[in-house]
């Protein structure tokens, strides 16, 4: 009786934290557009700052639908029910336009080279050396990834483990 109060008090949190997020997330994207439209700017380089902004968020709100969806090493194309690394942001990305090879060496090759210094929320991050781990950076030095037991879930990769084994990123939002 205990675990499953434990398990319901968990999945309620869950849903807290992620309807927070989207709330968050939606007046993220909401001020931006609003800025943009108020100041009638039209300049090529704003209107593109605002687009990679929105193709982030919503690739960030997809991601963080799936937090706690289960690890499992190899999961197939499309699968929700589980993820790998690689799975994940392959379907993640597909589900905002964004076609990304199967596997985390193959995704490090594609979009262009991102220094760790300039990254920008949306950005692929990689580890170990050679790759064979892929997420999404959120900014703040946030990822957004899945791996053993916590699934997909958020890391800070500005410390620990994460940190020793980053490797490089790679930008595919245009």
Sequence with gaps: MNNMKKNRLSKSLLGITLSVSLFASANLMMAPQSAHAASNVSTTAASTSTSISGKANSILTTGKQYIGVRYKFGTQKGSTSSFDCSSFTQYVYGKNG??????????SQVGTF????????????FFYSPIHHVGIYMGNGKVLHTYGSPGVTISDMNSGWWSKNYKTARRVIH
């Design 98 to 107: 964004i076609n990304l090879p199967r596997s985390s060496k193959q995704q």
């Design 114 to 125: 991102v220094p760790r210094n300039q990254l920008q929320p949306g950005d692929l991050v």
